[in-house]
């Protein structure tokens, strides 16, 4: 059973656009949502990561959404730049033995 | 600036053959993770460790895999006998547990492929 269901499976978008990827959930238990950056031939590398305290944070051109009544997080990528071309992986946690669940993974192409 | 290593990067193993992965987490970080890879999949957890306890292994396939982490610090993973099936990045990951800090630092990982 996947803890996280992640869309889309892959983006394109134009230098400068907005991607958006999304996450939901169900385990209310969960407390601790992060996101991933993960280049080819590396490990995922923590980029910015969420409480259910807020509703947003923002770190630089990196924006994360969190609904906590519909169970979803998003994130935003503002003025993306070809270097963010990677594939975005979220991710949950709870209190309960600290496991984390991943997404499926987001390809993401930004065209210069 | 701190960080997990692994090691080899690589490998390449024949099937039926035994292999072996290590790592070392950030200094000071209690707990210690595995997880296996598959291409354009996200990362699956195989074991976690505090300390030198092995807190979840219910997805580690004990009949060919194996992991210790004996004196609570640097962490070893065995495969034997590998099978076509195992090739995958294999990744390990740190965090600082039990003080509300969840963040997860990851390690480059070894690419593994079996013949």
């Known amino acids: 059973q996947q803890q996280v269901k992640q869309s889309p499976q892959s983006l394109i978008v134009q230098k400068g656009g907005i991607p958006i990827i999304n996450c939901a959930y169900e385990n209310t238990a969960f407390d601790y949502f992060p996101w991933y950056q993960q280049f080819p031939g590396k490990g995922p590398a923590l980029l910015i990561a969420?409480?259910?305290?807020?509703s947003e944070k923002k770190e630089g051109r990196f924006t994360i959404s969190f609904n906590k009544s519909a169970k979803q997080f998003s994130l935003h990528i503002m003025d993306s730049q070809p270097g963010d071309s990677a594939t975005y992986f979220c991710a949950a946690n709870g209190n309960t033995g600290n496991q984390f669940y991943f997404g499926t993974g987001t390809s993401l192409t930004v065209i210069p | 600036e701190a960080e997990v290593a692994q090691s080899p990067r690589y490998k390449i193993t024949e099937k039926s053959q035994a292999v072996a992965f290590w790592c070392d987490p950030i200094?000071?970080?209690?707990?210690l993770y595995w997880y296996r890879q598959i291409l354009g999949q996200g990362p699956e957890l195989l074991v976690q460790f505090q300390d030198e306890s092995v807190v979840d292994d219910s997805q580690l396939p004990k009949d060919r895999f194996s992991a210790e982490r004996l004196k609570g610090v640097d962490s070893t993973l065995k495969i034997q006998p590998a099978e076509l099936g195992d090739s995958a990045m294999y990744l390990c990951?740190?965090?600082?547990?039990?003080?509300?800090?969840?963040?997860?630092?990851f390690g480059p990982g070894t690419r593994l492929t079996v013949t």
């Open positions: 969420i409480r259910p305290d807020v």
């Open positions: 990951a740190s965090s600082l547990a039990g003080t509300g800090d969840y963040e997860q630092y």
């Open positions: 200094s000071g970080h209690a707990t």
